[in-house]
């Protein structure tokens, strides 16, 4: 986004750090398991969900939550700077329980995008 331009300033890259929940040192484009995060991150914030705005304040926000954590942890645990190595993103691809937090954190991305589209379109 910065490369395009489309966000330029500190402020604008605060909010994207914020919003992915990734430092801005990081470039996933190769991982699609920590971009699928990223991206998941990035539209329920949109959505108002994990905000003060949310859709839903029970338990499954508290559990997505800490669901983004524990992949977080995973990721900067084998990546504690912006260097990515092969084998260790090989790890963060092949983990098992990063697989089983991402399908909760995608099923509830794709109901709070639901209930954002009806609120706003009816």
Known sequence: MFDLEILKSVADKNS???AYRIPAIYNLSGFPKALTLANCSGSLMACGFLTKYSHNT????????????ACNKSWLSLHPSAVIEPERQ???EANREIDEKLENIKQIT???????QRRMFG
Do not use: G, H, L, Q
């Not at 794709?110 to 954002?116: L, M, P, R, T, Y």
């Open 90 to 92: 090989k790890a963060f």
């Open 16 to 18: 994207f750090t914020y």
């Open 110 to 116: 794709a109901e709070a995008i639901k209930k954002e």
């Open 58 to 69: 029970t338990a499954s926000d508290k559990e997505t939550e800490e669901d983004f954590i």
